[in-house]
């Protein structure tokens, strides 16, 4: 069974790329945002045309960034939403509700100290786990059903 997984949320560490590695013996394809931030917050002035005010710029970038998002998250058997330390990532909490409501297996990412403010976030997900390696163990288990190690 191939597994589709959209790996959604913070963009500034390397996250997505240990759970990539962790599963690669795993029958199991990845998808995600566009992680080029720059990239990201220009792929609508860069396609639509230029803004003067930052508000329409931005608004343009979210808005084709979204149709990549609602993508790969209705193709996906499984949504990780990651939540970093350092920035206030809203458009993961959009991904997980999105997830949520689509009936999507949803995995949270994140720290202990992100358990209370997240706590409503954290009851829509199947699995909240605090390292990748333990989103690769739930990923491994779903596939062959063995326990770690």
């Not at 990651?82 to 949803?106: C, I, M, P, T, V």
């Not at 358990?115 to 409503?120: G, V």
Request: net charge negative; hydrophobic share 40%; with cysteine.
């Amino acid at each position: 069974m191939t597994l589709k997984v959209y790996l959604s949320g913070e963009i500034h560490t390397d996250w997505r790329e240990q759970i990539i590695e962790g599963a690669s013996a795993l029958d199991v394809s990845f998808d995600s945002p566009v992680t080029d931030h720059d990239a990201s917050d220009d792929c609508g002035v860069a396609i639509l045309g230029a803004e003067e005010n930052k508000y329409w710029h931005d608004h343009k970038g979210a808005m084709v960034n979204a149709i990549r998002t609602r993508k790969g998250i209705a193709d996906a058997d499984v949504v990780v939403v990651r939540f970093g330390e350092k920035y206030k990532q809203w458009n993961a909490a959009f991904d997980a509700g999105y997830a949520s409501a689509l009936g999507k297996s949803l995995i949270i990412l994140h720290g202990p100290e992100h358990a209370h403010p997240l706590k409503e976030v954290d009851a829509a997900a199947l699995a909240v786990a605090e390292e990748p390696r333990q989103v690769v163990e739930i990923l491994k288990y779903v596939l062959t059903g063995k326990l770690p190690g």
